[in-house]
């Protein structure tokens, strides 16, 4: 028995229709103060039994009780993530101040650390990311056509491995001591068996899970790949779980974020890419490989030289306002209206770093002078 907001009511009496509920209505939540959506108000039912309920009930429940800027939309971890650093593109945008747009583009999306954010603070109409590992686009297609399969695959996964993790008490969590790696073995196994099985390319919700579980299993936690496409970051000898709640719902979250925004998910050249979404009312978000940076999660198709920098920035004057990311080069800055800097510690391997810091810049600039807004002759659709 299903209710008409999908709910399963077999086996709980959750009902969260109420169509008294008036538009702007607000309910306490916890701690905080929440608006509800005009069909839907929170139940005492849904909280009794919410420990029980299903991962449909868990999506319903975010999109619906859960305010946008709450959101855990942070999944995945590279070399040079973007979601640390929210407050400098609050600064950048501020200067730039962009009016509402057609199009919100992002041609190197990555883990989608930028993403989590910036689609917050640009509005569009449409919004496209696009990446040119295959893998990445296959796991952000997962998350929003199948997140449920894609969460009980990565709870299989994480079941399987907690059964093979030593349960002798003296092996203490956290990182095992060299002498009892021994008794680490059975789960390093299955460590391997999955990077073997990601390594394949298949393109599937295994591939998906294996992702996430790779991440979660793999030292510093860092996505990083070798000469010939293939993950090869170390396994991570620590007797620890992972945490299955923040990695649902970060998945619920984005899922949310990418089908309520019809998110359109590429799997381009930049040079293709940009030539597809030649579209003048639009924002670009640039976050090449930086130069001078052997940091790749990666082998891209873009080589990173200075004069690829400088061709790839000669390629915006179409679109109506430009973000771009980069380390310090004077002459990235010729080519911009303005930017900020800052200096962040460089990374070794994911979360570790080293005692330097390097000097990084969010340009910016508005084409505003260059083009004629002609927007009749685009159109465009999601590639399957």
Request: net charge positive; aromatic share 12%.
């Amino acid at each position: 028995m299903h209710n008409k907001e999908g709910f399963n009511m077999k086996n709980s009496r959750t009902n969260l229709i109420a169509p008294h509920v008036r538009k702007g209505h607000f309910r306490k939540v916890g701690k905080r103060t929440i608006w509800i959506n005009a069909t839907i108000v929170h139940s005492k039912e849904f909280y009794k039994n919410f420990q029980t309920a299903s991962i449909a009930q868990h999506i319903k429940y975010r999109e619906y009780f859960i305010a946008d800027a709450d959101r855990n939309l942070n999944l995945l971890t590279f070399a040079g993530s973007k979601s640390k650093y929210e407050k400098h593109f609050h600064t950048a945008l501020a200067d730039l101040n962009p009016a509402p747009i057609e199009y919100f583009l992002e041609p190197f999306a990555g883990s989608l650390g930028s993403f989590t954010f910036l689609n917050k603070m640009i509005e569009a109409k449409h919004y496209v990311i696009n990446d040119n590992n295959i893998k990445f686009v296959n796991f952000y297609k997962n998350i929003k056509h199948n997140p449920i399969a894609l969460i009980e695959k990565i709870i299989e996964l994480e079941t399987k491995y907690r059964s093979l993790l030593p349960t002798d008490p003296s092996i203490k969590k956290g990182k095992v001591p060299a002498e009892q790696k021994h008794s680490m073995q059975k789960a390093q196994h299955m460590h391997a068996e999955v990077r073997d099985l990601f390594n394949q390319h298949n393109l599937d919700i295994d591939s998906s899970a294996s992702l996430v579980f790779l991440q979660a299993r793999s030292f510093n936690g860092v996505y990083r790949e070798g000469a010939k496409d293939q993950f090869t970051t170390a396994f991570n000898w620590t007797n620890t779980h992972a945490n299955l709640k923040n990695i649902t719902n970060a998945i619920i979250d984005m899922h949310i974020t990418l089908k309520n925004k019809n998110v359109i998910i590429e799997n381009l050249d930049i040079a293709d890419f940009l030539k597809k979404y030649a579209h003048i009312d639009s924002f670009l978000y640039l976050d090449p490989p930086y130069l001078g940076s052997n940091l790749k999660y990666n082998k891209s198709m873009f080589e990173g030289a200075l004069q690829d920098h400088v061709a790839l920035i000669e390629k915006t004057k179409l679109h109506k306002y430009v973000l771009y990311s980069n380390s310090y080069h004077e002459e990235f800055l010729k080519g911009f209206d303005g930017f900020i800097d800052f200096s962040r510690n460089v990374e070794v391997s994911g979360k570790k770093t080293a005692s330097s810091k390097r000097r990084e810049i969010l340009a910016y600039k508005t084409n505003m002078a260059n083009i004629q807004m002609n927007s009749s002759k685009f159109t465009n659709q999601e590639v399957a």
